[in-house]
Structures are given as structure tokens and as C-alpha cells.
């Protein structure tokens, strides 16, 4: 039924026009696209290009169009980037840990994946973040059995924004107990436990804060420092961890001025 769905939409679209003023990264106006119709042109898009970043007025649209696009995708990756809702002028603002946590594994991903779809708002794109040279020479894996002193882990997580704690909670945490080292990583939704042996990780797993019990075990963890954190002369913004050849589709362009206005 999708396929049928599929074949009919793009029969009603100039569609060798269309892959031609892709092709020469030129700019196109699409109107009278309602339902899921963007759906099936974000979906036929990935085809052409695959760095594929799409903007919509708010996470809403967007959370909207992820679900209908993973119908279509299937398997292929597909990230939501969120908002803070932190304007420039709030920086005392903490924003909610799991859109932290989303936003610093989306940027991981850009930085380790060769194609994905990126949906994300118009107040998304307007933040600030850490500069993408910053973001990949701060990251670092750990891996079980490699050989790294606890203290010299804790030096390096200190450089990327962590802090000390008898017990971890939230992101950009670390606490140290004997051979036992947690981390909450900034791009985890559990935080991780190393157990060494000297200066040797024999282990590491994802754990429960609550009940402390083991959730899954890892051969290896990628550290990212947090996304949010430089100064304002050093930040960046979304597009900046994205190649030069990223497809951009903006949907209703018009109703994101007031939004970017305020940035």
C-alpha cells in the first residue's frame, strides 16, 4: 500500500527536474504539500543525498514528520535534534537532562556516521554550541582492557566538562569508589561503570541509578564533552558539524522568522 502511495505522489512531480537542481545544489520552492506528502519527499530525498537535514517551525512538526519518515525509512538512521527553549539572554536556564543527553548524541552521531536524516526546529538550529573541532578533539573512547589510570580518566573528564560526585545522578557526572569508576555520560541515557583492576578496565556496563543493578554490559563507550559548554565567542551552531553537501529542507520557511527574530 505505501509503495502504490509512493508511486502515485511522485508521478505528480517533475521528478528528473527536481534530482537535476539537487544534483547542482540549487534552491527549490515545493508548495502544496500537506499530510504526509513532505514525508514522502524527505523520504525520496535521502535517496539523493546522504546528509539530509530537515527544519520545521517547532519540535512538533518535527516529531511528527520522524514518525512518519521511520514508516518509510525503515532502518536508515534518522536523529531528532531538540531545543533547549533557552534564549540567548537565559543562559542561568537548565535545560531538561533528556534533551541534553538527545542533543549531545546527536552530535556524536554526526560526527561518527558517514549518512543520516537530521530533523530538528528553527530554535534548535538558532543555539549555540560547542565549536565541532572542540566537540571531536574533547571526545575520547574507553574500551574494556585498556590500560588507563583512574586518575588520569578523571583529569580527562574534567577537561570535558564533568564533575566529581559521591554518587552519580545526572549527566556530566563521575564518581569514584575504590576499583569502581561511574560515569554519566553527556550522550547516555544510563550511566556507565568501570570496574578496574589496577589500571586496567576489566568491565564496563550501563547500570540503574536507583536499584544500582546492571542494565547491559559494553565492549566500549565514546565520552563526549558537553554540548552546551564554551564560551560565546567559540560557539557554533548545527550546521557546522555537517558536511558542506547537506541537503537543507526548510519547511514552511515563513512561519520561522519570528522564531530566529529572537535569537
Do not use: W
Amino acid at each position: 500500500m505505501i509503495d502504490k502511495i509512493r508511486n502515485a505522489f511522485f508521478e505528480a512531480l517533475p521528478q528528473e527536474k527536481i534530482r537535476t537542481l539537487l544534483a547542482q545544489q540549487q534552491t527549490i520552492t515545493l508548495e502544496q504539500f500537506t499530510g504526509s506528502s513532505l514525508s514522502l519527499l524527505l523520504s525520496e530525498a535521502a535517496t539523493v543525498n546522504s546528509r539530509l537535514l530537515v527544519v520545521t517551525p517547532d519540535i512538533e512538526s518535527a516529531t511528527s514528520y520522524a514518525s512518519d519518515l521511520q514508516v518509510l525509512q525503515g532502518d536508515d538512521p534518522l536523529l531528532i535534534f531538540p531545543p533547549t527553549r533557552r534564549r540567548p539572554y537565559d543562559d542561568q536556564k537548565i535545560p531538561d537532562l533528556s534533551t541534553s543527553v538527545q542533543r549531545s548524541d546527536v552530535l556524536e552521531k554526526l560526527k561518527s556516521e558517514t549518512s543520516s536524516i537530521v530533523i530538528t526546529s528553527a530554535d534548535a538550529i538558532c543555539e549555540k554550541l560547542i565549536s565541532s573541532e572542540e566537540f571531536q578533539a574533547h571526545s575520547f573512547l574507553i574500551q574494556s582492557g585498556d590500560h588507563l589510570s583512574p586518575a588520569d580518566l578523571s583529569e580527562r573528564l574534567a577537561d570535558q566538562g564533568y564533575r566529581p560526585v559521591r554518587f552519580v545522578d545526572e549527566p556530566g557526572e563521575y564518581a569514584i569508589r575504590g576499583g569502581i569508576f561511574d560515569i554519566y555520560p553527556f550522550s547516555s541515557e544510563y550511566p556507565v561503570r568501570l570496574e578496574f583492576f589496577g589500571d586496567e578496565i576489566e568491565s564496563l556496563r550501563e547500570f540503574d541509578t536507583d536499584s544500582q543493578r546492571s542494565i547491559s554490559f559494553l565492549n566500549e563507550i565514546r565520552l563526549v564533552p558537553d554540548a552546551a559548554a564554551a564560551s560565546s565567542s567559540e560557539k557554533q551552531s548545527l550546521f557546522d558539524y555537517l558536511p558542506d553537501d547537506t541537503l537543507v529542507l526548510l519547511h514552511l520557511a515563513y512561519l520561522m522568522r519570528t522564531e530566529i527574530s529572537l535569537y
